[in-house]
């Protein structure tokens, strides 16, 4: 008699799917939250995520039928993209046949599904996905999970730059330092950093900042007076030209713009931000992210330190990577401070505590927290001398270690 397998514990499988669910959304904030780092992420959420996807794949076909396409169909949005996570994990062309099924019939779960195709491991879904973009009505998702990889968009860039939605103009504008040809885009490009559309703005002085344009800086320089330009007071202090110290400080004034600057100041790391923030760590709004300037000036963790308050128990609707910073006391804090300010050097960065240098942003990169990571990204890619160092930081932890060990190697302007 030819071998059967045994029929699976479908309470068992139908669990792995439960479990996958939740730690699909425990995964996604772990790479956004001051929490984790990359070892962390890897070690929990992400290690028991794929044990998961795993477990629902080896159990066969019957679990795709029974379990993962109706979850695609009518499930919530978590689970919609764990079982397209568990149908892309298959090797057999049908699991990502009936993912791409799922994003033509379905569009309102296109995006759940576009979580999914971000993150997949399998060499035959780039030339699917490069598929998709022939269709005007799947250019647009299609780009965000292509960037989401890391691959350039090729001609469909060029179409989204023209597009008349504010949103598909931006995605396109992002796009364009890791083209392989910036160039052929330069007139959209300068056209987005006189627009009068914020997103567009923000999304062109970001791109032309990355490739050097003097017009993109000293359009950051106009937006960072605005009290929506919080990227471009990121920008500058990434930049880190003393001409521009007197208006990142002055941000900080400015109640309204206070939370956007100190994020920006932290990363100038000058220790006279902090002598400017000291006063704020007792701020009700804003305190916790004076505490984390503090942080990432001096390397100081304030909870190991004994410098932050009592951890508060209340239960948030809505957890946000802010939400999870500590408390400092302020006291407690300003202490350390004077004890240890004449460590630091006037007029020089600091970042963890240590010179600012690349070294040091590489090490933030592999070692710090997740919600930071973007912006040290960010910051080697304004200072690089080809312009495209490449990270996905919301990517699976194997193929961000992949292009670590890429970003050690290239050079510096």
Do not use: C
Not at 232 to 245: K, N, T
Not at 388 to 399: D, F, H, I, K, S
């Amino acid at each position: 008699m030819p071998y059967s397998p045994p029929e699976p514990r479908w309470d068992i499988v139908e669990e792995h799917l439960d479990e996958a669910e939740f730690l699909w959304a425990m995964w996604e904030h772990s790479l956004r939250s001051t929490k984790y780092t990359l070892d962390a992420v890897a070690r929990g959420p992400e290690r028991r995520l794929l044990a998961n996807i795993d477990a629902l794949r080896v159990n066969g076909p019957e679990v795709a039928k029974r379990l993962l396409l109706p979850a695609l169909a009518d499930g919530p949005p978590d689970r919609v993209s764990a079982a397209a996570a568990a149908l892309l994990a298959d090797p057999d062309p049908a699991g990502a046949a009936a993912v791409f099924d799922a994003w033509y019939a379905l569009p309102d779960r296109r995006p759940a599904l576009a979580r999914a195709l971000a993150r997949a491991e399998r060499p035959d879904l780039l030339p699917l996905l490069r598929a998709q973009l022939t269709d005007p009505a799947q250019t647009l998702a299609t780009a965000e999970v292509l960037i989401l990889r890391g691959e350039p968009l090729g001609p469909a860039l060029a179409p989204l730059l023209a597009s008349e939605d504010p949103a598909a103009r931006a995605l396109a504008l992002r796009a364009v330092p890791d083209e392989q040809d910036p160039a052929a885009h330069m007139q959209a490009l300068l056209a987005g950093l006189f627009t009068e559309q914020p997103e567009v703005l923000d999304a062109a002085i970001t791109a032309g900042a990355r490739l050097g344009l003097e017009i993109a800086w000293a359009r950051a320089r106009d937006r960072a007076q605005e009290r929506h330009g919080g990227a471009s007071l990121l920008l500058l202090a990434l930049r880190g030209a003393p001409a521009d110290h007197p208006l990142l400080l002055a941000a900080l004034g400015l109640p309204k713009r206070r939370a956007a600057a100190l994020w920006a100041l932290a990363f100038l790391g000058l220790p006279e931000v902090v002598d400017a923030s000291l006063e704020l760590l007792e701020d009700r709004k804003v305190g916790h992210l004076a505490g984390e300037l503090f942080t990432i000036v001096t390397g100081v963790d304030l909870l190991a330190a004994g410098l932050a308050v009592p951890v508060d128990d209340r239960v948030l609707t809505v957890v946000t990577p802010e939400d999870e910073l500590p408390r400092p006391d302020p006291l407690a804090a300003l202490q350390w401070w004077l004890k240890h300010r004449d460590q630091f050097r006037d007029g020089q960065r600091y970042l963890g505590g240590a010179p600012y240098s690349r070294q040091a942003v590489l090490a933030a990169l592999e070692r710090g927290p997740m919600r930071r990571r973007p912006v040290h990204l960010l910051d080697l890619q304004l200072h690089a001398a080809s312009h495209r160092p490449r990270l996905e930081p919301r990517a699976a932890t194997r193929r961000q270690r992949a292009q670590l060990a890429v970003l050690r190697g290239l050079p510096l302007a």
